[in-house]
């Protein structure tokens, strides 16, 4: 594919005319309809709907096919918008271009840069996005039919080539007769065919209103287009069967993109909790790696990501639980015709779908939970592992300096054993030696009391003997002085003698018996 092959036509709104325009017999896209085939078209899917997916599509015998949604304001007034949104080539024919505009001139502006290099554009009315809405365009503007009916004369008007084709997407009205009124205001302006949503600006999952869709082509004689949850070439035929209409806009319904995000979370989880529950990795280990500085850095975030999640993934579950209650409730009576079955295998598919959101939402919020307690669980076990293994190591520690000290206690009580020994063996020598040294001074000084109580006594029996002896005498005396009293008579009070014996003079009075005793000089 040449370089060339990818066009821009920025020289088209500089001049008005192109100074390289694709060698390509335009015909108009509205000759499709008249074929009497069932007419396929690739719906604008943003971010899908580019050259590829459209190259793409168109080798599965795609009739017709739609760029994304470009905003005609910006496209007219950026050329960096104009070489990001629309981009083509040769092959990619038949080619409608689908603006979004709620000014006419800006819209027919548009038109004109795009006619060399597409066979026709579209004005989508259909968008329900809040932004879309709120800015003035998508939804918002079937509640506008004059509006919308001057855009299709505006870009009637300036494009020259006259099979460029003008075409509307709408939804329906609450009063299906007001879109009644829109379609036929746009037939009036030329409008080439109209696409048909079959849902109101506020549905988005709701069963498609086909019965709505099949009015809107009985009113209208311009080709009317069907248009919501056509997936398949089987749905294909079966809204065609219903609704009568020339074709079916075929929009290819993945699952969206908040789903995919949940699904793919719930599969995360279930992964991080199997390697978790691996047994080649203990606790202690994890623990280890829930140490590095990325998850601590992480940790100061991570209560409230928690709970973020915990919130968002309850949001999600309510949601497909009001959905499930919603299809549940949904009943047909009839069950005979092609079109009651056709709608009764909608409904049951939508059932199916919220239904397996519903379990997505419910087992992702669940594993969130247990995958929460699963980390708290490791890391207490692995801080109980730690603790029994210090534990265990201060154990070993311990019993090892008790045998220490133990075989110190008994080597010390040995050695006490010995010294005391030692000290009692010469304690009992030395006193042993007081203890004879004091009875041998307890001998001499008994020896020597002894011989001094020998003096003594012989000393005690000779003055007892010399006292007897001198009683004796002096018995004798007494006789004596008796005697000689009687014989001499009355005498004076003096001493009447005085007697010496063993060098002692004793004098006697009359009076008393003794009364000197003296040693002679």
């Known amino acids: 594919m040449e370089l060339r092959d990818f066009i821009w036509p920025d020289n088209v709104y500089m001049t008005g005319k192109s100074d390289y325009a694709p060698q390509h017999q335009l015909r108009s896209p509205v000759n499709l309809f008249q074929s009497g085939k069932i007419v396929k078209i690739c719906a604008p899917m943003v971010r899908y709907s580019k050259l590829a997916f459209r190259t793409l599509v168109r080798k599965y015998n795609c009739d017709l096919c739609y760029t994304p949604m470009i905003i005609a304001a910006d496209f007219v007034r950026s050329v960096k ?8 080539n040769r092959g990619d024919r038949p080619l409608i271009v689908q603006f979004a505009a709620k000014e006419a001139q800006v819209l027919a502006d548009a038109a004109c840069i795009v006619s060399p290099f597409a066979d026709g554009i579209d004005i989508n009315c259909g968008c329900p996005q809040r932004w879309a809405m709120a800015e003035g365009y998508g939804a918002c503007l079937i509640n506008r039919p004059e509006a919308v009916q001057e855009m299709v004369k505006q870009v ?3 494009v020259e080539n006259p099979m460029f084709s003008v075409s509307v997407k709408i939804r329906i009205h609450n009063d299906l007769q007001r879109t009644v009124d829109l379609c036929r205001k746009a037939e009036a302006a030329g409008v080439s065919w109209i696409t048909v949503h079959g849902r109101n600006a506020e549905e988005r999952h709701q069963p498609v209103h086909y019965d709505a869709i099949k009015i809107i082509k009985q009113s209208v004689s311009v080709p009317v287009v069907a248009n919501g949850d056509v997936k398949t070439l089987k749905d294909v035929e079966n809204v065609h069967q219903v609704t009568g209409t020339d074709g079916e806009s075929f929009k290819g319904k993945k699952m969206t993109f908040q789903w995919t995000a949940v699904a793919v979370f719930l599969y995360a989880e279930i992964a991080i909790l199997l390697l978790l529950c691996l047994p080649y990795i203990s606790p202690l280990r994890w623990q280890k790696i829930f140490m590095f500085s990325l998850w601590g850095k992480i940790a100061n975030y991570w209560n409230k990501a928690f709970l973020a999640i915990i919130v968002l993934l309850i949001v999600l579950f309510l949601d497909a639980v009001r959905e499930v209650r ?36 419910g087992f992702s919020l669940f594993l969130w939970l247990v995958l929460r307690r699963t980390v708290s669980l490791i890391t207490l076990l692995a801080k109980e592992r730690g603790a029994q293994v210090a534990l265990e190591i201060q154990v070993a520690n311990t019993s090892d300096a ?3 000290y133990l075989e110190e206690n008994e080597k010390l009580q040995r050695s006490l054993m010995e010294r005391r020994n030692c000290v009692n063996d010469e304690l009992i020598e030395v006193t042993n030696k007081k203890l004879k040294q004091e009875a041998e001074k307890l001998k001499a000084e008994i020896k020597k009391s002894s011989m001094v109580l020998g003096k003594k006594t012989d000393e005690v029996t000779a003055v007892k003997n010399q006292a007897e002896s001198l009683k004796k005498e002096y018995d004798h005396l007494i006789r004596e002085h008796t005697k000689l009293k009687e014989h001499a008579g009355p005498v004076s009070p003096s001493i009447a003698f005085v007697m010496v014996k063993d060098d002692s003079v004793l004098a006697f009075s009359p009076a008393e018996r003794l009364v000197v005793s003296s040693p002679q000089p």
């Open 156 to 158: 009637r008007n300036q």
């Open 326 to 361: 919603k299809y549940s409730n949904v009943h047909i009576a009839e069950k005979s015709t092609q079109a009651t079955a056709s709608a009764y295998d909608h409904i049951q598919m939508k059932l199916f779908r919220s239904q397996r959101n519903l379990y997505i939402s």
């Open 81 to 88: 918008a104009r070489h990001s949104e629309f981009t083509t």
């Open 402 to 404: 008790a045998r220490k």
